[in-house]
């Protein structure tokens, strides 16, 4: 039985957040059942944006700078990845205010590359994946709460699509967009491939409406971990009251035999029922998920545009 632990917690405030991490951990047997001394680990967060930073669709850097030292309180070796749709990681951290934690921590910030990996399901024989994410000792997956134009919500499993190198994101929204199911498969089977050993999720302050950017902030007060990200996003769904068949990635999961019934889940701290909400905004309308030719084009220009021209102009 997948265990998922849940806790209320209202402040990114570094003390008090560090000891809400501690007990959040601690019944899953403590940061140092995840990773054991000498171990380089990838602290995986969703640095989606730059050009947002007061909106809430990032982690926050104070969650990754309490990991991270709880990380380094266990012997292990942190290190920052992720992916953006647009720039690069460390122009995206640097933007939604990680400079400080980075250079307290002397956190090194890796740009993922991409490399095929032979992947045994029925409909993907190979998928291509961040060789930083795949050669991490351990994977410690940071996603946000999050609403989702095109997926209703982005949360555990949605977050490690960023480790999908570079455009092959826009690539997959072309080749398998068109069919919502095939999609949510990928995602799940991304997040398979990758098997992070620990997510934990920042629902203090969550993302509502028109996410996975253009939405605006909500208090949820919530923090939860789980060694099983499948679990862990069922959930969120139950927290959220979001009907579970409304998200690609939960039809998925559940079609492949994955966690995905409360029932099947022990929860040692707080219950979903205990924390749910009844008004979380979902999006206003949902968009396509399929990228057109043109779309991608224009994309993989705007990327190259802010991670060569506008990122270095920033720093220089």
Known sequence: MSSVSLLSAHSYD?????????????????????????????????????????KECVTRPEIVYGVAKLVKEAGGKPFLGDSPAFGSARGVALANGYESIIEELGLEVVEFSGKRYDHHSDNFDHLRLSKEAMD????????KVKSH????????????FGCVPG?????????????????GEMLVETARAIAPNLTII????????????NGEPRELGILGASA??????????????????SIPTYVAQQ???????????????????????????????KMPIDFGLPRVIRSTFKHLYIRLLREPLKIT
């Open 149 to 160: 134009v095109q997926l209703t919500l982005t949360l555990g499993v949605k977050n490690l």
């Open 14 to 54: 570094r003390p008090l957040l560090k000891t809400s991490l501690e007990q959040l951990l601690q019944p899953l047997g403590g940061i140092e059942s995840f990773v054991k001394p000498g171990q380089r680990v990838l602290l995986k967060p969703n640095l989606l944006t730059g050009s947002r930073p007061t």
């Open 202 to 213: 920042d629902g203090i302050i969550g993302h509502e409406g028109n996410g996975p950017s």
């Open 228 to 245: 099983d990200v499948f679990a862990l996003d069922c959930a969120l769904m139950e927290i959220l009251r979001v009907t579970p068949s």
């Open 255 to 285: 079609r492949l035999g994955l966690t995905s019934n409360l029932a099947d889940i022990e929860f040692p701290l707080r219950h979903p029922t205990q924390l749910q909400i009844s008004d979380w905004q979902l999006p206003e309308r």
């Open 167 to 183: 455009k092959m994101k826009a690539w997959w929204h072309m080749e398998a967009g068109k069919d919502a199911n095939r999609f």
């Open 136 to 143: 991490a000792d351990v994977v410690i997956n940071l996603p």
